[in-house]
Nanobody, 117 residues
C-alpha cells in the first residue's frame, strides 16, 4: 500500500510563495499520474495541477503561470511550487496518485495553506 505524505503548508501573505512536498512511500516511477487538489471551506475539492507520465502537465486556469508541479524521482517526491499567492488559494491541499488511467488510488492527508490579504 502506497502512502503519500504532504508537507510545506502554512500561513503566508498575499504575493508570497510556498512549496508543497508530497513524499511517497514507494517509487513514484510506478505512478501514471500525480496531482495536487485543494479544498476550500464549504467548497468541493478541485484539481489544481496534474503531472502525467512522462511529462504532461495540466494546470487549473486560475493558477496557470503561478504554480508549477514537478517531481524528483530519486527522492520519491512530487512538488507544487506556488508563487504570487492569493487569498483565494487558501484551502487544504492534497496530493494524489494513480497507477493507471482512471480514478486516483492514493491520497495524502492534506496540508493547510492560508493566504492572508
Amino acid at each position: 500500500q502506497v502512502q503519500l505524505v504532504e508537507s510545506g503548508g502554512g500561513l503566508v501573505q498575499a504575493g508570497g510563495s510556498l512549496r508543497l512536498s508530497c513524499v511517497a512511500s514507494g517509487s513514484i516511477l510506478s505512478f501514471n499520474a500525480t496531482g495536487w487538489y485543494r479544498q476550500a471551506p464549504g467548497k468541493q475539492r478541485e484539481l489544481v495541477a496534474r503531472l502525467r507520465s512522462p511529462d504532461s502537465t495540466y494546470y487549473r486556469a486560475s493558477v496557470k503561470g503561478r504554480f508549477t508541479i514537478s517531481r524528483d524521482n530519486a527522492k520519491n517526491t512530487v512538488y507544487l511550487q506556488m508563487n504570487s499567492l492569493k487569498p483565494e488559494d487558501t484551502g487544504v491541499y492534497y496530493c494524489a496518485a494513480n497507477l493507471g488511467p482512471g480514478g486516483w488510488e492514493y491520497w495524502g492527508q492534506g496540508t493547510q495553506v492560508t493566504v492572508s490579504s
